[in-house]
């Protein structure tokens, strides 16, 4: 089989790369093993503006923000679900510490955030004593519908191939790249933690990141927010079903499930919902985290027919539609990467 580019992965990276391949009408396989903790089959699909106690805006967000939001829904237009929704927080205050550092933010002309309590009185459902603020508007990208729709999309077009990639049988010449029976022009890696143990791009500066989550039934919850108490509380697209999460751990010791994350997070849901809730499922993932936290794009400086779209970090779901469309803006236009996420900034460590 000859093809263009050979892909590895398809989580969000994955998805992202090879539809703006395809519509550019190059020719790629995709190969993926479905992994069932790969972080974009358990994230709530969150894309927020703000970031941290303080609120501050995310790199890049007024760029990044509308991105998204038009390529998700593009893309759920040609796949006929809905991609993404709009779904603003409600920020609920754990202390009054909290609350007048919101508020003076909020009067700092933030964008993003408000106090406008507008949903008025939310004690049917849940307890606070501080109030609430409101991020907007954020994103609820839903993963758990595109990631599906998309592979059985490159299925149906033999663009998929279900198995493990074993990069002990790619072979690497000057022109082309051959791995079992098939020959491309490029491969590129968007498989997550798995190129951090990659022979080519395993000096980059990966920081793998350990987060979980829990599946929830809520029946009486509206579904038109997220809500956050620490955690975030996000609805999911089958009606009653909801997500909470998550923990960032740097440190780990294995890729399991903890019991004090399920315990702590069943005590705060006891504590903040009045109405019923039941638990269904507890996920974990390892995020693929870079140190300086920027994402890791380009081709490689000694190998250019290998390349990586990658480091997403805790923001998968606004970074990767943008960077696959600069990452294939690159490979066909040789139009620039921007250079915060350009590998080419890793050239001397990646060519020693
Ligand atoms: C608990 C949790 C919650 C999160 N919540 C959010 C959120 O709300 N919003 C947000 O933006 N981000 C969130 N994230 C981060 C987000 O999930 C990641 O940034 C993003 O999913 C990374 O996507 P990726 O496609 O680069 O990598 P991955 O999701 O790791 O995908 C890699 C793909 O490669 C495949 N693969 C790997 N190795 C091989 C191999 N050898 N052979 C074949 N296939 C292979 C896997 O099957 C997988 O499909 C969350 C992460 C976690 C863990």
Same mark, same amino acid.
């Given at each position: 089989?000859?093809?263009?580019?050979?892909?590895?992965?398809?989580?969000?990276?994955?998805?992202?790369?090879?539809?703006?391949?395809?519509?550019?009408?190059?020719?790629?396989?995709?190969?993926?093993?479905?992994?069932?903790?790969?972080?974009?089959?358990?994230?709530?699909?969150?894309?927020?503006?703000?970031?941290?106690?303080?609120?501050?805006?995310?790199?890049?967000?007024?760029?990044?923000?509308?991105?998204?939001?038009?390529?998700?829904?593009?893309?759920?237009?040609?796949?006929?679900?809905?991609?993404?929704?709009?779904?603003?927080?409600?920020?609920?205050?754990?202390?009054?510490?909290?609350?007048?550092?919101?508020?003076?933010?909020?009067? /700092?002309?933030?964008?993003?955030?408000?106090?406008?309590?507008?949903?008025?009185?939310?004690?049917?459902?849940?307890?606070?004593?501080?109030?609430?603020?409101?991020?907007?508007?954020?994103?609820?990208?839903?993963?758990?519908?595109?990631?599906?729709?998309?592979?059985?999309?490159?299925?149906?077009?033999?663009?998929?191939? /279900?198995?493990?990639?074993?990069?002990?049988?790619?072979?690497?010449?000057?022109?082309?790249?051959?791995?079992?029976?098939?020959?491309?022009?490029?491969?590129?890696?968007?498989?997550?933690?798995?190129?951090?143990?990659?022979?080519?791009?395993?000096?980059?500066?990966?920081?793998?990141?350990?987060? /979980?989550?829990?599946?929830?039934?809520?029946? /009486?919850?509206?579904?038109?927010?997220?809500?956050?108490?620490?955690?975030?509380?996000?609805?999911?697209?089958?009606?009653?079903?909801?997500?909470?999460?998550?923990?960032?751990?740097?440190?780990?010791?294995?890729?399991?499930?903890?019991?004090?994350?399920?315990?702590?997070?069943?005590?705060?849901?006891?504590?903040?919902?009045?109405?019923?809730?039941?638990?269904?499922?507890?996920?974990?993932?390892?995020?693929?985290?870079?140190?300086?936290?920027?994402?890791?794009?380009?081709?490689?400086?000694?190998?250019?027919?290998?390349?990586?779209?990658?480091?997403?970090?805790?923001?998968?779901?606004?970074?990767?539609?943008?960077?696959?469309?600069?990452?294939?803006?690159?490979?066909?236009?040789?139009?620039?990467?921007?250079?915060?996420?350009?590998?080419?900034?890793?050239?001397?460590?990646?060519?020693?």
């Amino acid at each position: 089989m000859q093809i263009e580019y050979l892909i590895i992965g398809q989580g969000i990276s994955g998805t992202w790369l090879s539809y703006f391949l395809q519509k550019e009408g190059k020719s790629f396989l995709v190969i993926d093993e479905n992994q069932p903790n790969s972080p974009s089959r358990i994230a709530a699909g969150i894309i927020n503006p703000v970031t941290g106690r303080r609120h501050v805006e995310v790199w890049m967000a007024e760029e990044i923000m509308p991105f998204a939001w038009k390529a998700y829904t593009g893309l759920g237009n040609e796949l006929g679900i809905t991609a993404i929704s709009q779904k603003n927080i409600i920020d609920f205050f754990p202390g009054l510490q909290m609350r007048l550092s919101f508020q003076q933010r909020a009067e /700092e002309n933030a964008n993003y955030v408000s106090l406008a309590e507008s949903l008025g009185d939310l004690r049917t459902q849940f307890n606070y004593d501080f109030g609430y603020g409101e991020i907007k508007p954020v994103y609820t990208a839903h993963l758990e519908t595109i990631l599906p729709a998309w592979r059985n999309l490159l299925q149906q077009n033999n663009y998929l191939l /279900e198995e493990e990639f074993d990069i002990s049988q790619l072979k690497i010449t000057v022109r082309k790249i051959e791995y079992k029976n098939i020959i491309a022009q490029k491969i590129i890696f968007c498989d997550g933690n798995g190129s951090a143990s990659n022979p080519y791009f395993r000096n980059l500066p990966f920081a793998p990141n350990k987060g /979980e989550a829990l599946t929830l039934e809520i029946p /009486e919850l509206p579904d038109t927010h997220i809500y956050k108490k620490g955690l975030s509380l996000a609805p999911l697209a089958a009606p009653g079903q909801w997500w909470i999460g998550s923990n960032y751990a740097w440190k780990f010791d294995n890729e399991n499930p903890t019991a004090e994350f399920r315990e702590k997070t069943e005590a705060l849901l006891k504590n903040w919902l009045k109405i019923p809730f039941t638990i269904k499922e507890h996920f974990c993932g390892i995020r693929p985290a870079t140190l300086e936290r920027r994402p890791f794009i380009g081709l490689h400086p000694q190998h250019p027919n290998i390349g990586i779209l990658n480091g997403m970090g805790t923001k998968g779901c606004p970074l990767a539609p943008f960077f696959a469309k600069q990452l294939a803006d690159y490979l066909l236009y040789n139009k620039p990467i921007n250079p915060e996420a350009d590998i080419s900034r890793f050239t001397r460590i990646l060519t020693r």
